[in-house]
């Protein structure tokens, strides 16, 4: 890992106040239904999916077990996957020659492969036919199976293989499929799909923008704006993949409120993926409400900040830009009450779940400048607050903490993405590392 990328700055894309262009203030109506969907949320319990709370429990020694295992499955010798890989790519492209069984069988493979391996040496030369090979499937719709294997396999190859031009091949057939599949699996994995694409495809500031406006429609309309009312994961898709783009924007005073809104609509629902979703991007508008102050500019206090909180001054100052939300003690009640929530119709992961995700949201709300999972408990050693401690594992002694909520959307945007093979990619897709850069001082502290 270089130097140069180990100073790599946060944020990624970024957009000045004057080169935005405006957007146009939302005039849709909200849905008056509300989310009913049978899907079960995706954000467990800490110790069941990984998400790491007090200190670090997603560590690498987990994802080494994962990759072991897949190595088995792949090959029998650390030579093999290429070949086989390789062999894999020629049937896939060979299409007249397969069937959907086959083509299921395939796309399978690449799938485990690219989760697995970093492997752009066996995939130059050939993105562009497979992301061709790959959108067939998903026009076609053969069968379930391939065309959600497809669009797995369209994203490995995306983040495999850097292009500032795969946006342009892939935004309408995506959107087409988005809004026409009769598959409710389909229309979420193209989602998320083209939010990556988005992101990592070549797309410009304005068309990320447009995609986070077609996206904040599907959450207002509760799915109906795409065929999917009231289905819970389609919106749980929506409202991921729009925090995750909103990361990319550096300015987003004119375009917060009006989300907000909408995300403060979906905190009703009954499906507590979407809840979160929700909340989590609640969090990151506040976070966003903040930025570094100037050299030149003068700050008598510390806004937003506890005066005894002593943490936040080792870092940059942070200054208040704008109020991201005019009715703030309806939000913060809203919040309180799903930080507390009790409903026997929950399962007491789901309780677990909104309890802790909703603490950290309302924590932040009422201090943008704190991230994720902050600890107001002091050390009695420094005599500072915790902060945050949420952290992850980087080799044997290395630690990112994932101190501002962008962190945690991109984190949990590359885990959907890679899942086991989030590790080997960090180590060494720089595409992956850049996204979430790591950071010397995030190791300073182990808790």
Not at 98 to 117: D, P
Not at 382 to 394: D, E, F, W
Request: hydrophobic share 35%.
């Amino acid at each position: 890992m270089t130097d140069l990328r180990r100073r790599a700055l946060e944020g990624g894309k970024t957009l000045s106040r004057k080169a935005q262009s405006k957007q146009s203030s939302r005039a849709s109506s909200q849905a008056n239904s509300r989310v009913n969907s049978r899907n079960v949320s995706r954000h467990g319990s800490d110790e069941e999916d990984g998400n790491a709370s007090d200190g670090t429990n997603w560590s690498v020694n987990s994802v080494d077990e994962v990759l072991a295992l897949e190595d088995t499955d792949l090959a029998g010798t650390a030579t093999d996957w290429q070949e086989e890989l390789g062999d894999r790519i020629a049937q896939i492209l060979d299409r007249k020659r397969s069937n959907i069984a086959g083509r299921e069988e395939n796309f399978s493979a690449y799938v485990r492969f690219l989760t697995a391996k970093y492997a752009a040496e066996e995939l130059y030369g050939k993105s562009e036919e497979l992301v061709g090979a790959f959108l067939k499937s998903i026009k076609t719709e053969s069968s379930e199976k391939e065309t959600v294997l497809a669009l797995k396999a369209l994203v490995l190859t995306i983040i495999t293989i850097t292009s500032e031009t795969v946006y342009d091949l892939v935004d309408t057939p995506l959107k087409r499929t988005i809004n026409d599949s009769k598959s409710s699996v389909t229309k979420n994995a193209a989602i998320h799909a083209l939010g990556c694409a988005t992101f990592y495809g070549g797309a410009s500031l304005e068309e990320t923008q447009e995609i986070m406006d077609f996206l904040l429609e599907i959450v207002e309309s509760d799915g109906n704006s795409v065929g999917s009312g009231d289905d819970g994961a389609v919106v749980t898709a929506a409202l991921e993949e729009w925090g995750f783009l909103a990361t990319q924007i550096e300015d987003m005073e004119d375009s917060t409120e009006a989300a907000i809104e909408a995300f403060i609509e979906q905190l009703d629902s009954s499906e507590p993926s979407v809840q979160i979703a929700a909340g989590e991007n609640i969090a990151l508008l506040y976070e966003k409400s903040y930025t570094e102050a100037e050299e030149d500019e003068e700050v008598e206090s510390y806004d937003g900040e506890d005066p005894e909180d002593e943490s936040p001054r080792d870092g940059p100052k942070m200054v208040k830009r704008y109020e991201p939300y005019r009715r703030i003690d309806k939000l913060r009640h809203t919040l309180s009450d799903l930080a507390s929530i009790s409903s026997r119709r929950l399962s007491k992961k789901d309780r677990k779940s909104l309890h802790t995700n909703f603490s950290d949201i309302l924590n932040s709300v009422e201090n943008p400048t704190r991230g994720p999972r902050y600890q107001n408990a002091v050390n009695q050693e420094t005599g500072k607050r915790y902060g945050s401690r949420m952290t992850i594992r980087i080799h044997r002694t290395g630690v990112m903490k994932i101190d501002k909520w962008w962190k945690l959307h991109r984190l949990q945007a590359l885990r959907r993405i890679l899942a086991g093979g989030f590790m080997t990619h960090y180590e060494k897709n720089e595409v992956i590392f850049d996204s979430l850069p790591y950071v010397e001082a995030d190791a300073l502290s182990v808790f």
